[in-house]
């Protein structure tokens, strides 16, 4: 009922951070659609209704993030310290790039370079963070009109010191124990835990006898491992440490196991937490 008082609506699009000094303009139309072609930058969608008697309270949109598809430039960054230093190929000279980097939706920083450069520098960096950076290009260099012409020309993902993980990988779970092998499965470490790009896994196990068997490396996206040419009857505890660049993270507390003599035996489940000291 309330629909046939309306006469419009009002539709804000804000990009999230503007370092503009004008608030986007009202966009007023009647019909309830719109389109609008928007870079990968952050943005908030408001919108409110309109009749004789005035302005309806807006309703809020969240644009969720768009994956990384396509783009037409490679993102370089060289850490100096605190700051970084970004190049990019192919080499590409629009008359402003805007730059968005931040940690989060809710920590991001804008730049707007309008003079010709080959590289730029962004600062405030801080050791074991990652960061998102993003790089747009404009051929319209009025602030106000970013919204409408500045297209994504690539997207890269940083850290200015990487660390090793504060923890290993949680949920450790033993299925399928038979005489000879067992599944060793986990839930992947967190990525704020990860303090840099988690390269993979590494799995240690020794039997009762404390014989160590080869350590086992995998890559980051496996989380299951299934463990072969086990002594039957025997004792065996697993640990898994994940490791970055910077080196290996603690490993899992020691989880125990043990193969029967014959047959299989019911999965074992277990979870384990770790928590920094």
């Known amino acids: 009922a309330q629909s ?8 804000n699009v804000e990009r999230i951070p503007n370092n503009c000094s004008h608030p986007p303009n009202h966009i007023s139309l009647k019909d309830r659609k719109i389109h609008v072609n928007l870079s990968m930058a952050n943005y908030t969608v408001k919108i409110s209704a309109y009749n004789e008697a005035g302005e309806s309270p807006r309703a809020i949109y969240i644009v969720p993030e768009f994956s990384v598809t396509d783009l037409p430039g490679q993102i370089h960054v060289k850490s100096q310290g605190t700051n970084a230093v970004v190049t990019w190929t192919p080499e590409y000279n629009p008359k402003c790039f ?7 939706k809710e920590n991001m920083h804008m730049k707007i370079i309008t003079t010709a450069t080959r590289n730029f520098t962004l600062d405030n960096f801080q050791p074991y963070k990652l960061y998102k950076i993003m790089v747009h290009a404009s051929d319209v ?17 940083f850290y200015s010191v990487e660390g090793v993980p504060r923890t290993g990988p949680t949920n450790v779970t033993i299925l399928n124990i038979t005489k000879h092998s067992a599944l060793v499965k986990w839930t992947e470490i967190a990525p ?9 896994y590494r799995i240690s196990y020794t039997d009762s006898t404390r014989k160590t068997s080869p350590v086992v490396t995998l ?23 994940g490791f970055t660049n910077a080196g290996e993270g603690p ?4 989880q125990p196991f043990s193969t029967p003599k014959y047959g299989t035996v019911e999965p074992l489940f277990i979870c384990i ?3 920094e000291s």
Not at 4 to 11: R, T
Not at 98 to 104: H, L, M, N
Not at 142 to 147: K, V
């Open 251 to 254: 490993l899992t507390l020691s």
């Open 192 to 200: 704020e835990d990860r303090l840099g790009f988690l390269q993979g």
């Open 273 to 275: 937490t770790q928590h």
């Open 4 to 11: 046939e008082n309306v006469l419009g609506y009002f539709v």
């Open 219 to 241: 890559n980051s996206s496996i989380t299951s491992y299934h463990l072969t040419r086990l002594k039957e009857k025997t004792t065996y505890r697993v640990q898994i440490s």
């Open 141 to 157: 260099c009025q602030c106000e009109s970013f919204i409408r012409h500045e297209k994504t020309f690539g997207v890269t993902h």
């Open 98 to 104: 805007v730059v968005d980097w931040g940690t989060s």
